[in-house]
């Protein structure tokens, strides 16, 4: 919860089945919830709350109204009252650079791409997005705005280079019908003027409504899918109705772009208009070629507090349920007694969630000999260090597409213990430059461990391939050369396009379909 200045963290509370038995005397005991105690500061604040979730997400909320702290003076009520009733007069969805948002984007010789993701943190998809807009803003391509559910330090990194970025509420938390989401998606479209824009480039599964609000207004649309999750259960959060319209977006999108051909399978029965297709990820290496230069090996376990002899694992990425980080805990625990002393881990990328709680619950646990040697680091952006410590990388993901993070771990020559899920099988090979092992199975981890730990010369041939390995893979520029084909390929089909739909007509007759399926 944050007021003005002050910020506190919420004592937690969940759904649970035991709920009345902890909280007798709780009024509400069929739900739980959070609650926090903040002492707010005089004048004018707007309250707003972060809710970091388990997945990694974070979701951002901003009390709609200002509210006006004042003391007992009578002399300031009047003066204050009328200042706050200036900030909350009635406003647009968004609460950042809503002005802008309200108006066509800027008139321009350039085409101008709408980009709709659901967070700005410098990781996974929203980061990838970045990158291929900033290579498309850099190169004279396109101009670019953004639209996002969550603010993030990516907004600062969108607007140094020019880009306008635009931060709304989710759209899609107070639908319960299909008619609600009519509404929603002609009410964003007019905020937005989406008939102004050329292109609109969706970020992962949760902006299909963007998809289907510029179907309504005649955009093309490019959806980016980096969820390696059944389609039956993807949407099963929303309502049935809207559920299924979710769905047909896969139809309705230019091109639905997955980042690796075992997840493009995973949704080929819904690839009805045959536009799926499949560009790996590649990375930048220039970036990861100076911090080499900045940080030796022995610099980097120095400043680890790593010796030579030591062995030192390393794993990244949002500590969550589905990066399955208690698994590599649970398999450090069953190594031999002998090898704790040899052995150092990080795990870089933790965030407030009951899942961090857990992880640190457990390394706590660990044998006496072995609890010190695992750390559980929150998350940087200064990474380099870590890779440049490390002796093996670790990935224990259930799901993943296609994981920035395995092709860093080959850019600095480490050897790879992962899970063979999804994309990582196009990255990782098995036996070469890495060694695989099945979800769940912490018998098999704990042996590759092992091996990692006693046998150097092993763990040096896999880490020999690492290198060689990513170079076979789709390179940053190859990545970036086929998203712009397809934004060329989008734009044509727009220029051709006989005619686009009037703004008012579209709305009528995108409102009234949806409302004669209810």
Same mark, same amino acid.
């Given at each position: 919860?944050?007021?003005?200045?002050?910020?506190?963290?919420?004592?937690?509370?969940?759904?649970?089945?035991?709920?009345?038995?902890?909280?007798?005397?709780?009024?509400?005991?069929?739900?739980?919830?959070?609650?926090?105690?903040?002492?707010?500061?005089?004048?004018?604040?707007?309250?707003?709350?972060?809710?970091?979730?388990?997945?990694?997400?974070?979701?951002?909320?901003?009390?709609?109204?200002?509210?006006?702290?004042?003391?007992?003076?009578?002399?300031?009520?009047?003066?204050?009252?009328?200042?706050?009733?200036?900030?909350?007069?009635?406003?647009?969805?968004?609460?950042?650079?809503?002005?802008?948002?309200?108006h066509?984007?800027?008139?321009?010789?350039?085409?101008?791409?709408?980009?709709?993701?659901?967070?700005? $943190?410098?990781? /996974?998809? &929203?980061?990838?997005?970045?990158?291929?807009? #900033? =290579?498309?803003?850099? +190169?004279?391509?396109? !101009?670019?705005?953004?639209?996002?559910?969550?603010?993030?330090?990516?907004?600062?990194?969108?607007?140094?280079?020019?880009?306008?970025?635009?931060?709304?509420?989710?759209?899609?938390r107070?639908?319960?019908h299909?008619?609600?989401?009519?509404?929603?998606?002609?009410?964003?479209?007019?905020?937005?003027?989406?008939?102004?824009?050329?292109?609109v480039?969706?970020?992962?599964?949760?902006?299909?409504?963007?998809?289907?609000?510029? $179907?309504?207004? /005649?955009? &093309?649309?490019?959806?980016?899918?980096?969820? #390696? =999750?059944?389609?039956? +259960?993807?949407?099963? !959060?929303?309502?049935?109705?809207?559920?299924?319209q979710?769905?047909?977006?896969?139809e309705?999108?230019?091109?639905?772009?997955?980042?690796?051909?075992?997840?493009?399978?995973?949704?080929?029965?819904?690839?009805?208009?045959?536009?799926?297709?499949?560009?790996?990820?590649?990375?930048?290496?220039?970036?990861?070629?100076?911090?080499?230069?900045?940080?030796?090996r022995?610099?980097?376990?120095?400043?680890?507090g790593?010796?030579?002899?030591?062995?030192?694992?390393l794993?990244?990425?949002?500590?969550?349920?589905?990066?399955?980080?208690l698994?590599?805990?649970?398999?450090?625990?069953?190594?031999?007694?002998?090898?704790?002393?040899?052995?150092?881990?990080?795990?870089?990328?933790a965030?407030?969630?009951?899942?961090?709680?857990?992880?640190?619950?457990?390394?706590?646990?660990l044998?006496?000999?072995?609890?010190?040697?695992?750390?559980?680091?929150?998350?940087?952006?200064?990474?380099?260090?870590?890779?440049?410590?490390?002796?093996?990388?670790?990935?224990?993901?259930?799901?993943?597409?296609?994981?920035?993070v395995?092709?860093?771990?080959?850019?600095?020559?480490?050897?790879?213990?992962?899970?063979?899920v999804?994309?990582?099988?196009?990255?990782?090979?098995?036996?070469?430059?890495?060694?695989?092992?099945?979800?769940?199975?912490?018998?098999?981890?704990?042996?590759?461990?092992?091996?990692?730990?006693?046998?150097?010369?092993?763990?040096?041939?896999?880490?020999?391939?690492?290198?060689?390995?990513?170079?076979?893979?789709?390179?940053?520029e190859?990545?970036?050369?086929?998203?712009?084909?397809?934004?060329?390929?989008?734009?044509?089909?727009?220029?051709?396009?006989?005619?686009?739909?009037?703004?008012t007509?579209?709305?009528?007759?995108?409102?009234?379909?949806?409302?004669?399926?209810?």
């Amino acid at each position: 919860v944050r007021m003005g200045g002050q910020r506190v963290l919420c004592h937690y509370g969940v759904r649970r089945a035991d709920i009345k038995t902890l909280f007798k005397d709780w009024v509400d005991a069929e739900h739980s919830g959070f609650f926090a105690e903040i002492q707010p500061p005089i004048g004018l604040v707007r309250p707003s709350l972060e809710a970091h979730l388990e997945n990694g997400e974070v979701l951002f909320w901003k009390a709609p109204r200002v509210l006006l702290i004042w003391p007992n003076w009578a002399i300031f009520r009047w003066l204050l009252t009328t200042v706050a009733r200036f900030f909350n007069k009635p406003k647009t969805l968004f609460h950042r650079q809503a002005t802008q948002a309200a108006h066509p984007p800027p008139q321009s010789a350039r085409p101008h791409m709408l980009l709709c993701t659901h967070s700005l $943190d410098r990781t /996974g998809a &929203p980061l990838h997005q970045f990158e291929v807009a #900033s =290579q498309c803003v850099s +190169t004279g391509l396109m !101009d670019a705005t953004v639209l996002s559910s969550a603010d993030g330090p990516l907004a600062s990194d969108y607007e140094a280079i020019g880009v306008p970025v635009v931060i709304t509420h989710s759209p899609l938390r107070k639908v319960d019908h299909l008619r609600d989401y009519a509404d929603v998606l002609n009410s964003l479209g007019g905020q937005l003027k989406l008939d102004a824009f050329d292109l609109v480039y969706a970020n992962t599964l949760e902006s299909f409504y963007i998809v289907d609000c510029a $179907d309504q207004w /005649g955009v &093309p649309a490019l959806w980016n899918i980096h969820e #390696s =999750q059944s389609w039956q +259960t993807c949407f099963q !959060d929303l309502p049935p109705a809207v559920a299924k319209q979710a769905r047909r977006c896969f139809e309705k999108a230019h091109r639905v772009v997955f980042v690796s051909h075992k997840t493009q399978a995973l949704f080929s029965s819904l690839n009805t208009q045959d536009n799926f297709i499949t560009i790996n990820n590649g990375i930048k290496l220039e970036g990861i070629e100076k911090s080499c230069l900045d940080w030796s090996r022995p610099e980097a376990r120095t400043a680890l507090g790593v010796s030579e002899n030591e062995v030192c694992l390393l794993t990244v990425g949002a500590v969550c349920e589905r990066k399955n980080q208690l698994e590599l805990i649970e398999a450090l625990r069953s190594l031999p007694e002998k090898l704790h002393t040899q052995v150092r881990c990080y795990v870089v990328g933790a965030r407030p969630s009951l899942y961090s709680q857990q992880l640190a619950q457990q390394i706590e646990a660990l044998p006496e000999t072995l609890k010190d040697r695992v750390v559980m680091v929150d998350e940087t952006s200064d990474m380099a260090r870590f890779y440049r410590a490390a002796d093996v990388f670790v990935c224990n993901s259930r799901f993943e597409s296609y994981p920035r993070v395995i092709l860093e771990a080959m850019a600095y020559g480490l050897p790879i213990v992962t899970t063979p899920v999804f994309g990582i099988q196009e990255q990782v090979r098995n036996n070469i430059n890495g060694v695989f092992y099945e979800p769940g199975d912490v018998h098999a981890l704990r042996q590759h461990l092992t091996r990692c730990i006693e046998d150097p010369q092993w763990r040096e041939q896999l880490a020999d391939q690492s290198r060689p390995t990513l170079d076979s893979l789709t390179t940053f520029e190859q990545m970036i050369t086929a998203y712009q084909s397809l934004i060329e390929e989008a734009r044509a089909e727009s220029a051709n396009a006989s005619t686009r739909h009037l703004a008012t007509g579209a709305q009528v007759r995108s409102s009234s379909s949806l409302r004669h399926e209810v």
